[in-house]
C-alpha cells in the first residue's frame, strides 16, 4: 500500500508552470536542458513545513513539484516501437508455475510502463478537472534580453496564458515570480550593471517577486544533476541558488496562495449556497442552465477545494468536497467531471486507508462515467490508475477482470487492447496460484493484435512467451497456430533463420497433414521463400538461436536443414557381406538353417561369429564393422509422403564422411524422386570408398525446390575401411524353383574370384546336408580371375518351402573372407506310399513288408528298383497290379536289389554313391532304432516327361510284443485235409512248431498242449467238435538264448470233420510263473 | 468441442461435437487450456465432479467435469443447457472408466473407436 501512497503523491504533485523568454530558453539550453528541466532537480522540497486548510493545519515533511514549459502534453505515436521488447531466445520465459516468480522479479514490459507514462503526461490538464493546475507562474527572462523588464511585462500579459487560463478554468491570480538569468559564461554584463537591471525590475513589479540567478558559471566540476551531457556548465553555487528559489517559492507564493485560495474559495462556496437567489437557483433553475467548469461556479469552487485539499494532503477535507463536487456534477449531467472527482475520492480514500470496497466502488463509478462519456482515453487512465490500486491491494483476479474489461472498451485506442491484454495476461499470472494458462491464452490475443498494428515485435514477444506454456503439451492446432505466426513474425523482421526454425517445425507437425492440401502448399511455400530469402543475403546467419546449434551449409551455398518431408519412416545399410545372392522367391516361411550355424562348420572363423549373429537376428552389432575399399555399400530408405500434395525431390544423396575429413567417396544419387500423396517407396543408394580410414554415414539428404537440402541424420553408423582384396562372387547356373518329394537334380554353383590377388582355401558349406548327402566340398585355391562350376546332386526332401544357404568361405591375403548364396525352392509331394510290417508265420527268420506305392497326383507311376540298405535280403512274394507289392524280408542274409526295369541313372549297386550319403544324412534325423531302410526308386511320366526319383523307407521295424510273449511262434501245419472217417475213424494230424526266442537274455520256459475242451483262460470257451493231444503235450525248455531256434512236434486227433484251432498252445515262463500266456491268433485248418 | 484432458494438460481424447456453432477453428483449444486454471482451483474447493460452467470466452462457455483421478472432461459450447452436459459428462465418464480398465488399453494409442463412437452418440442424446 506504501507503494501506492507513494505513486499517489507523485501523480498528483504541486505544478508549477514555466514562461521563459527566448533568450532565457537559450542560455539554458547551452547546458542541454529545457527552463523546465533546469529546475526539476530541486523540486523536492525535503524540510516540513505546515499548510492551514480550512480545517485542520497538515504538517508536511516534504514535497515534490511538478514543473512544466506547456500544459499542452502531445502523445508520442512512436512511443511503443520505440521500447520495442529485446527478444531474447534463451531468456527467462514462464514454462509453468515454478519459473513465474522468477519471470516476475523484473519489469516485463518497459514499454507499457514507456507508454503508460506520456499517456498519463497527454492527459494532465485536462478540462474538466483542476488537480492539475498550476499553483504559480515562473517567468523567466536573460540579461541578454534585449529589456529585460520589457521582457518580464510581455511575458506576464495575461494573453500569453495557456488556454485554459482564458477559459477560466484556471485560476489566473496564482503566484507570479519572475527569475532573471545572468549567463556568467558568455554575458559582456558586469555584475553592476546585471544588478542595476534586477533593481529596476524589483522596482517596476515587485522586489519580492523578483529573482535573480547566474547560470553557466562553471569553474570547478560539480554534482550532476540532470544525467550525462546535461546540465554541464551549471555550477554548484548556481545549484544551491536555484534551490534556495524553489524553497523560496514553495514557502512564499505557493503555501501561502494555497491557504489564501481556500479561504476564499470557502467564503465564495458559502455565499453561493446560502443566498436566497442560489437556493431557489439550484431548486428551479438549474436544469435549464447550460453547465460551464469556470472558476467561481459553486462546482469549480468545490473542486478547486478538494483538490488543493488533496495536493497538500488534506484528505478527509479533500474526499468530502470530492463527494460532494460528484454528485454535483453527476446532476449537470456532466459525465467526465463526475469520474474525474469519483476517480480522486478513489484515491483520497487510498490516501486516508479506506475501505477497498469504497475504492472499489468509486473507481468503477469513475469507469461507468467516463464510458458513459464516451471518454475512451480517460476510460483507459481510470483503469491504470484502477490497475496501481489493485495491485497496492494484492487483487490480482479482480485487476485482470478489469484490464480486461478495459482493453476490449476502449477499441478506438488501438494500442489499448494489445496493451490491455497483456497487462491481464501479467494480472493473471500474478494471481496465486497463478493462471499461467490464462496468461498464456491473453498473450496470444494480444500478440494477435499487436500483429493487426504493425507492432511485430511486439507480437513476437507475446506469441514466444506464450508458446513455452504449450509446448510438448500436444495442443497440436495451438502450437501450429504459434510457431505459423512466429515463423511470419520472423519472416517480416529479417530474423530469417528464427523464421526457417519454425516453419521447419511447423511443417514436421503431425496435425499439418488434417489441413487441406492448400493449406499444406501454402505452408511448404512459405518456408521455401524464407530459406531463399536468407540465403540470398550476402552472410546468411549459420546460427539457430533458439535451438542453440550451428546450421551446416553445402558448399553451394543452399542449407541442410532438418526437413521431415518426405518422411524417413526405415533405412538400413547393407555392406558388401550383408548382401546375399538370392534365386528364387524370397520366402519367409520356407524352411531354413542360421548362417551361425554353417559358420561354425568353417575352422578359424570365430572372430566373425558375432557378425553373423547379425545375419541370424538383425540385431546391431557392437563393435565397428570392416569392408574394403572399393566394395560398394547400399544405404536404403523408405521414404513416405504424409501429405495430399505430390513432394518432388531432387539429387538424393548419401551423406558419408571420414573421420578425419579427407578422403575420397564415391557416391550415387538419385536425381529426382516423385512422391504421391500417401505413398511410400524405397530408395537404394550406393557409394564405394576411395581410401582405409573410418567412416561415418551421417544420413541422407535431397535437394528441395532447389532452395535447400533436407537432411535425415542416422544413428552414429562409423565403419573401418581397409584396404582391398580380391573377393569371390558366386551365382547360380540353374537351380530349380520347385521339385517333387524324391525327385533328383543337378544344381551348378559358378564361383569367380577377383582380379585382385589369388584366394586359398576355399570351401562351400551348405544347409539342408539331407537333400545334398553332404554339407560341404573343398575347392582348393583359385587364381586371379579364375572361376569354377561346381556340380551339385540335389534330392528334394520334406515337403514344403526351403531356403537352401551356401557359405562361401576363401583366404584372400590370409583374411578369411566369406560370400553368401541362398536359394529358395519348394518341395512338392510325388508319391504316396503305405507299408504294412509283419512276422511271417511260415518263418520264423522272415517278415512280410506289404508295400504301397501310388502317384501324389494324376501321372503315370512304375517302380525301377526296390533295394535293402540294411542287412536284409528282399524277394518278392506277390504283386497285386503297379501298386501293391509283398516282400519277404530277411534278416542276415546278403541285401539283394529288386530291379524292374534297366535303365536306371544311379549304379544297380546303391550301397555308394549318392543315394547311400544321402541316406547316411537322412538317417541323422530318425532315432537309432535298428530296423529295415528300403530305397524305392520310381518313375513318374507326367505329360509325356519323366521325373525319377528315390523315396527311402528308413527304421521299418517289426512290430514286436516282447513285454507279452518275448518268443516267436510258427505254427506248420496243413491248412485243409480231406479224410474219410467212416474209414479210419480218428484222423492223426502231425504239427511241426517252430519257437524262436526274442528275448535279450536267455530264457526258460514250459510248452503245454491242451485239448479243445479244456478252458485255458476266461475268454477261452470252445465248442465240439474238439481235438486232443496225443503223446507228450508238455515240454519245458532250459535257457534258451536269444535268437535261438527250437522245433518240436506234436500230434492232433481229431474225430469228426470241422474247422479246428491248432492254437493251443499255452506258455508259462519262470519268471511269471503263475501267468499262462496263449498267442492271440488262430491257426484253423479245416477237415473235410 | 470435447476434450479429455490427463496429467500434464495433455488432451488424450478430442471431439468436435459441433456443440459450437460459430466455426472457431484452433481458438476451441486455447479457450479450453485457458479454463484449466479455473477448473484446477475449483476442482480443490468443490466437493462435487461436476463443475458447471466455469470459464466464458466472449460468447463461447467452458463446463467441465473433474474425476477421481483428476482427468478433466472439459466441453465448449455455445448455449447454457446444464442438465444436458452434465448427464453427457456423467455418461462420457462411465465409458472412460470402462476404457481405462480395459487390461487392452493403450495410452499411447489413444481411445479405441467403439469408446469414440460411445461418446458422440451421448452428445447426440443430451447435448445437440
Known amino acids: ?1088 | 468441442m470435447f476434450l479429455i484432458i490427463g496429467k500434464n494438460d495433455v488432451p488424450l481424447y478430442e471431439a468436435n461435437l459441433g456443440t459450437v456453432r460459430k466455426e472457431i477453428g484452433h481458438l476451441n483449444q486455447f479457450i479450453i487450456h485457458a479454463a484449466l486454471d479455473i477448473v484446477d482451483e475449483e476442482a480443490a474447493n468443490s466437493p462435487n465432479m461436476y463443475l458447471k460452467t466455469v470459464d466464458k470466452f466472449n460468447e463461447i462457455y467452458v463446463s467441465a467435469y473433474v474425476t477421481a483421478g483428476n482427468i478433466r472432461l472439459m466441453l465448449v459450447h455455445d448455449s447454457r443447457n446444464e442438465d444436458g452436459i452434465r448427464n453427457f459428462f456423467i455418461e462420457v465418464h462411465e465409458n472412460l472408466i470402462k476404457a481405462l480398465m480395459n487390461p487392452m488399453f493403450d495410452l499411447i494409442r489413444g481411445f479405441s473407436q467403439p469408446f469414440d463412437t460411445r461418446v458422440k452418440n451421448a452428445a447426440k442424446r443430451f447435448l445437440i
Open chain 1, 1 to 1088: 500500500m506504501e507503494e501506492l501512497k507513494k505513486w499517489i503523491r507523485s501523480r498528483y504533485a504541486p505544478k508549477v508552470l514555466i514562461i521563459s523568454s527566448f533568450e532565457a530558453r537559450a542560455i539554458i539550453q547551452k547546458s542541454n536542458l529545457s527552463p523546465a528541466e533546469l529546475l526539476q532537480p530541486f523540486t523536492y522540497i525535503s524540510h516540513s513545513f505546515t499548510v492551514k486548510t480550512l480545517t485542520s493545519t497538515i504538517n508536511c515533511p516534504s514535497v515534490k513539484i511538478d514543473v512544466v514549459d506547456t500544459l499542452e502534453c502531445r502523445m508520442n505515436d512512436r512511443i511503443l516501437t520505440d521500447n520495442p521488447p529485446q527478444i531474447s531466445w534463451d531468456g527467462c520465459y514462464v514454462h509453468g508455475p515454478k519459473d513465474i516468480k522468477q519471470f516476475l522479479s523484473k519489469d516485463t514490459t518497459p514499454w507499457f510502463t514507456a507508454w503508460q507514462q506520456a499517456f498519463l503526461k497527454s492527459l494532465n490538464h485536462s478540462p474538466h478537472e483542476l488537480i492539475d493546475m498550476p499553483l504559480a507562474i515562473v517567468y523567466m527572462a536573460s540579461t541578454t534580453d534585449l529589456d529585460p523588464l520589457a521582457t518580464f511585462q510581455t511575458l506576464s500579459r495575461s494573453q500569453a496564458l495557456p488556454q485554459l487560463y482564458h477559459q477560466k478554468i484556471y485560476d489566473g491570480t496564482c503566484p507570479k515570480v519572475f527569475l532573471l538569468f545572468h549567463d556568467v559564461g558568455t554575458s559582456s554584463l558586469k555584475n553592476a550593471e546585471v544588478l542595476q537591471i534586477f533593481e529596476k525590475m524589483q522596482k517596476s513589479l515587485a522586489p519580492s517577486l523578483c529573482h535573480w540567478q547566474c547560470i553557466n558559471s562553471v569553474t570547478e566540476p560539480s554534482l550532476n544533476h540532470w544525467g550525462p551531457e546535461k546540465g554541464q556548465s551549471i555550477s554548484s553555487s548556481d545549484c544551491f541558488q536555484l534551490q534556495m528559489f524553489i524553497d523560496e517559492l514553495l514557502m512564499r507564493e505557493i503555501v501561502p496562495y494555497i491557504e489564501r485560495a481556500l479561504k476564499t474559495l470557502d467564503n465564495i462556496l458559502e455565499q453561493k449556497r446560502r443566498g436566497l437567489k442560489n437556493s431557489i437557483k439550484s431548486i428551479f433553475g438549474k436544469k435549464n442552465v447550460e453547465f460551464s467548469f469556470q472558476y467561481g461556479g459553486v462546482e469549480h469552487v468545490t473542486r478547486l477545494i478538494a483538490d488543493l485539499a488533496f495536493l497538500c494532503g488534506d484528505y478527509d477535507l479533500a474526499v468530502n468536497n470530492y463527494r460532494s463536487a460528484c454528485n454535483e456534477f453527476k446532476n449537470l449531467k456532466a459525465w467526465p467531471h463526475a469520474a474525474s472527482a469519483s476517480e480522486m475520492q478513489a484515491l483520497c480514500v487510498v490516501m486516508l486507508g479506506g475501505d477497498n470496497r469504497e475504492v472499489e466502488y468509486a473507481l468503477d463509478t469513475a469507469y461507468t462515467l467516463y464510458q458513459r462519456a464516451g471518454e475512451q482515453a480517460l476510460l483507459l487512465r481510470c483503469a491504470i490508475i484502477t490497475k496501481y490500486v489493485f495491485q497496492g491491494m494484492e487483487n490480482y483476479r479482480k485487476l485482470a477482470q478489469k484490464l480486461m474489461n478495459a482493453g476490449n472498451d476502449a477499441r478506438e485506442i488501438q494500442v489499448a487492447y494489445p496493451l490491455f491484454m497483456e497487462q491481464t495476461a501479467l494480472a493473471y499470472l500474478k494471481i496465486r496460484p497463478a493462471y499461467f494458462r490464462k496468461y498464456a491464452f491473453y498473450q496470444v490475443l494480444a500478440g494477435d493484435e499487436y500483429r493487426k498494428i504493425q507492432l511485430v515485435k511486439h507480437a513476437l514477444n507475446c506469441y514466444y512467451s506464450a508458446s513455452h506454456i504449450y509446448k510438448d503439451k500436444k495442443y497440436d492446432f495451438v502450437m501450429m497456430h504459434l510457431e505459423h505466426m512466429l515463423g511470419r513474425f520472423c519472416y517480416y523482421l529479417e530474423m530469417y533463420a528464427e523464421a526457417v526454425h519454425f516453419f521447419l517445425s511447423l511443417s514436421s507437425s503431425p496435425k499439418l497433414l488434417i489441413h487441406n492440401d492448400q493449406h499444406q502448399k501454402k505452408i511448404i511455400n512459405e518456408l521455401i521463400s524464407t530459406v531463399a530469402k536468407w540465403t540470398s543475403l550476402p552472410i546468411p546467419q549459420d546460427y539457430d538461436p533458439i535451438n542453440k546449434n550451428s546450421i551446416p551449409f553445402h558448399p553451394d551455398g543452399k542449407p541442410l536443414l532438418n526437413f521431415l518431408l518426405p518422411k524417413i519412416k526405415q533405412y538400413s545399410v547393407r555392406l558388401p557381406q550383408d548382401k546375399v545372392v538370392t534365386s528364387g522367391k524370397d520366402n519367409s516361411s520356407g524352411i531354413s538353417v542360421t548362417w551361425g550355424s554353417l559358420l561354425s562348420q568353417v575352422s578359424g572363423s570365430s572372430h566373425l561369429t558375432e557378425e553373423f549373429d547379425v545375419f541370424d537376428s538383425n540385431k546391431e552389432m557392437k563393435g565397428i564393422r570392416s569392408f574394403h575399399i572399393g566394395e560398394t555399400v547400399e544405404v536404403s530408405i523408405l521414404t513416405h509422403n504424409p501429405l495430399d500434395l505430390m513432394l518432388i525431390i531432387e539429387d538424393v544423396q548419401v551423406i558419408v564422411e571420414y573421420e578425419d575429413e579427407s578422403g575420397i567417396v564415391n557416391m550415387t544419387s538419385l536425381d529426382k524422386l516423385e512422391l504421391s500423396p500417401k505413398i511410400d517407396k524405397t530408395v537404394t543408394l550406393e557409394f564405394s570408398p576411395q581410401k582405409p580410414g573410418k567412416l561415418k554415414i551421417r544420413g541422407v539428404k535431397w535437394n528441395y525446390s532447389g532452395v535447400f537440402y533436407g537432411v535425415y541424420n542416422f544413428s552414429e553408423l562409423i565403419y573401418e575401411i581397409i584396404p582391398e582384396s580380391s573377393s569371390v562372387s558366386a551365382s547360380f547356373l540353374q537351380f530349380p524353383d520347385s521339385l517333387l518329394h524324391g525327385q533328383i537334380q543337378e544344381v551348378q554353383i559358378k564361383v569367380t574370384n577377383q582380379v585382385i590377388n589369388p584366394i586359398n582355401d576355399l570351401c562351400i558349406t551348405f544347409s539342408h546336408p539331407f537333400m545334398f548327402g553332404k554339407s560341404q566340398i573343398k575347392l582348393g585355391d583359385l587364381n586371379e580371375g579364375e572361376e569354377k562350376v561346381v556340380d551339385i546332386w540335389l534330392r528334394g526332401e520334406f515337403i514344403g518351402f526351403h531356403t537352401i544357404k551356401f557359405l562361401i568361405t576363401y583366404l584372400s591375403q590370409g583374411i578369411l573372407r566369406y560370400t553368401r548364396v541362398q536359394s529358395v525352392f519348394e518341395v512338392k509331394p510325388s508319391v504316396k506310399i503305405q507299408t504294412r510290417y509283419e512276422s511271417s508265420w511260415k518263418n520264423p527268420n522272415e517278415n512280410i513288408l506289404q508295400l504301397f506305392v501310388q502317384p501324389a497326383f494324376n501321372a503315370e507311376l512304375s517302380l525301377k528298383q526296390l533295394s535293402s540298405l540294411t542287412n536284409h535280403s528282399l524277394r518278392i512274394i506277390k504283386t497285386l497290379g503297379k501298386e501293391i507289392f509283398y516282400l519277404a524280408v530277411k534278416t542276415g542274409d546278403e541285401a539283394q536289389n529288386i530291379i524292374f526295369e534297366q535303365d536306371w541313372l544311379e549304379p544297380v549297386d546303391v550301397k555308394s554313391g549318392f543315394c547311400w550319403e544321402v541316406k547316411e544324412a537322412l538317417k541323422k534325423f530318425t532315432n537309432s532304432d535298428p530296423g529295415l531302410d528300403l530305397l524305392i526308386s520310381w518313375e513318374l511320366i507326367i505329360n509325356q516327361t519323366r521325373v525319377q526319383g528315390h523315396h527311402y523307407l528308413l527304421n521299418l521295424s517289426l512290430y514286436q510284443d516282447k513285454q507279452a510273449i518275448p518268443l516267436r511262434m510258427v505254427i506248420d501245419a496243413p491248412s485243409e485235409i480231406s479224410h474219410d472217417f467212416s474209414a479210419t475213424p480218428v484222423l492223426l494230424i502231425p504239427v511241426k512248431l517252430s519257437l524262436k526266442s526274442l528275448n535279450e537274455k536267455s530264457q526258460s520256459f514250459n510248452l503245454e498242449a491242451y485239448d479243445s475242451n479244456v478252458q485255458i483262460n476266461e475268454k477261452d470257451i470252445q465248442k465240439p467238435p474238439h481235438l486232443w493231444w496225443s503223446g507228450n503235450t508238455c515240454t519245458r525248455f532250459e535257457k534258451m538264448d536269444s535268437g535261438e531256434i527250437k522245433i518240436i512236434e506234436f500230434t492232433a486227433l481229431v474225430t469228426e470233420p470241422g474247422c479246428y484251432n491248432l492254437n493251443r498252445f499255452c506258455f508259462t515262463f519262470d519268471s511269471e510263473i503263475t501267468k499262462k500266456c496263449v498267442f492271440p491268433y488262430q491257426h484253423q485248418i479245416l477237415i473235410n
